[in-house]
């Protein structure tokens, strides 16, 4: 029987699946759940899967789809079925490029997995029953940067536009946000692209939920970069740091990026200084800092919020754990609630 992914108001319980690295301990994909006070629950292997880094939804939520992020030809797309025994692998497709890092699907059931190793990206379909199409098409940047991660491009992230058609890819490599559209004859067609400040090297981004306005995560220089969208163009508003003005940022990385349902509130993990930095965001989008709450843990690579916004959870790479926030709304400020072991965390996905 298959499953839907809602959120179970009345146990007031918030079920998620959580990717990992396979390097240690792990096994693949788990899913556990969240209770209405904020405590973990029913951590279970749901499916053996290599290196499941990035996890994603099909646009009715029946399917789930990760990456397995490895070097071709076990790079690879995959879909799985979703139902109360598990995960059941329907169909793997490759990524055509090495170590494929994120997963972006439109209403269309387009997918594009962006390959960090490989430079590039990869559109796919979902079609009937959860099968995902052979690659429909491909496309590699080119670029560097002055920094030793920079030799090559680094295509980390890739985002669709609020109308669904037109395409971001973050390239950590090159400094570059590159614009890209699906074709009606399922091609991508490079369309232009924006430079980014030297060595920045962006990761992930996300759109205001409410408002114009386009965040850009810069990973190595731990900085996040808004942008005004004005007649489908990007327009640069100001750019900020993540961290103390006396702690070493030669030392951090920042990895994630979320803003609250109600756009009030927008949130960067920092990997070394190991906090989610809290923004407040005014009613031009405009980012101030409010607070760092540490994590409890080494590396938080990856953290998502509940649905509703009432908790955000944390994952430890590093020191292999979840962490548990109670989000005040009006403040936004975080206070801890619980945690849990759990194996290289890299990944949480909220039903």
């Known amino acids: 029987m298959v499953v839907g992914c809602t959120t179970d108001q009345k146990q007031n319980s918030y079920p998620f699946y959580l990717g990992t690295y396979t390097r240690g301990e792990s096994e693949g994909i788990y899913k556990l759940k969240l209770d209405g006070e904020g405590q973990f629950a029913d951590l279970k292997l749901q499916a053996e899967v290599f290196n499941p880094s990035f996890l994603a939804f099909s646009p009715d939520s029946t399917y789930l789809m990760a990456v397995e992020e490895n070097s071709p030809p076990q790079s690879l797309l995959s879909s799985f079925a979703i139902s109360e025994a598990g995960l059941e692998r329907l169909s793997s497709s490759a990524t055509l490029g090495a170590h494929p890092c994120h997963i972006a699907v439109n209403r269309a059931g387009y997918v594009v997995s962006s390959n960090y190793s490989g430079g ?9 029953n959860g099968q995902l199409t052979k690659p429909l098409d491909t496309l590699v940047f080119e670029g560097s940067g002055p920094t030793g991660r920079q030799e090559k491009a680094h295509a980390h992230s890739t985002h669709f536009w609020p109308d669904s058609k037109h395409l971001i890819t973050l390239d950590l490599g090159s400094d570059r946000l590159w614009l890209t559209a699906i074709t009606p004859d399922n091609t ?98 405009k980012t101030k800092l409010v607070k760092w709450t540490p994590t409890r843990g080494d590396t938080p690579r990856n953290f998502s919020l509940t649905p509703d916004g009432k908790f955000l959870v944390v994952g430890n790479q590093d020191s292999g754990s979840l962490v548990c926030f109670k989000r005040d709304e009006e403040t936004g400020l975080l206070e801890f609630t619980d945690q849990l072991e759990a194996p290289t965390p890299t990944y949480i996905l909220f039903e």
Do not use: W
Request: hydrophobic share 35%; aromatic share 10%; no cysteine.
């Open 120 to 128: 590039s990206i990869v559109l796919h379909q979902i079609i009937e």
């Open 188 to 285: 991508l067609q490079l369309q232009d692209s924006i430079v980014v400040a030297a060595g920045s090297g962006p990761r992930h981004a996300t759109f205001h939920p409410k408002k114009p306005y386009f965040y850009v995560l810069n990973e190595l220089t731990s900085r996040i970069t808004q942008y005004s969208i004005e007649e489908g163009r990007l327009n640069y508003v100001s750019s900020l740091p993540t961290l103390p003005e006396d702690y070493d940022g030669s030392a951090n990385t920042t990895a994630e990026v979320k803003i609250s349902p109600d756009g009030r509130f927008l949130y960067v993990s920092n990997r070394g200084h190991n906090s989610i930095a809290v923004f407040s965001l005014d009613e031009q989008g």
